[in-house]
């Protein structure tokens, strides 16, 4: 069976926040997301990217690279904030990818995996297909970049502080990945981008470095 992926993306002058007073910071964060979703795009086990955003100019990007925009709703109306707002665009994603497909498994991947190669994609979710409820953690161990659910298994994001653990208590397996798999390196600050950059950025992130001084 294939996969139906959300995405969430900020799309606004606050993503990436810590990346400090790095230059070119909200237009690396666009980047990343575009990076990302291609790669999904790209990978034979994805059915369909279905990214939630407030953006409507990253909206128009995404959506040429073959994505269902959804347009970020509840979050707002109910004037949330910070990790409970990205929960609740999740969860309008979810919404979303199952009511289009229906038979699908349903993966959560974070927007910020600028070096994803579509075939660590593909391994992560053969993996996550022989359990009800999985997770990739991030590199360092304690976050998580992906969260995943076979089709007809509900499951509620928790993405914060310590989410791996979270995850993991509410029944999701942690995947047993090398921690230089693409699909674990998100990027939060500037160490981190050097770290993707050495396994290989992808194309808009790349393009990005080579207009400007970074």
């Known amino acids: 069976m294939t996969w139906a992926v959300v995405v969430p993306v900020k799309g606004n002058d606050g993503a990436k926040s810590r990346l400090g007073d790095m230059p070119e910071r909200a237009a690396l964060a666009e980047t990343f997301a575009l990076d990302t979703v291609a790669a999904l795009v790209a990978a034979s086990a994805v059915e369909r990217v279905f990214v939630v955003t407030g953006s409507a100019h990253l ?5 040429m ?15 949330a904030r ?20 229906p038979d699908a498994h349903v993966a959560v991947m974070t927007g910020d995996l600028p070096a994803l190669c579509p075939v660590d994609v593909d391994t992560a979710f053969a993996l996550a297909a022989e359990h009800p409820r999985a997770l990739v953690p991030d590199a360092e161990g304690v976050g998580t970049t992906t969260l995943l659910a076979r089709a007809g298994v509900t499951f509620t994001p928790q993405f914060g502080l310590g989410s791996r653990a979270a995850h993991e ?4 397996v942690a995947l047993d990945l090398l921690s230089n798999s693409s699909i674990r390196r998100d990027v939060d600050t500037a160490a981190d981008l050097e770290v993707a950059r050495a396994l290989g950025l992808g194309p808009y992130t790349s393009a990005l470095f080579g207009r400007v001084q970074l």
Request: glycine letters at 14%; hydrophobic letters at 55%.
């Open 65 to 79: 690279l073959g994505a269902v925009i959804v347009p970020e709703t509840v979050a707002q109306a109910e004037g």
């Open 59 to 63: 909206g128009k990007l995404l959506a």
């Open 169 to 172: 208590a509410a029944g999701h």
């Open 82 to 101: 910070g990790h409970a707002r990205l929960n609740a665009a999740i969860v309008q994603g979810i919404a979303a990818a199952r009511l289009a497909c």
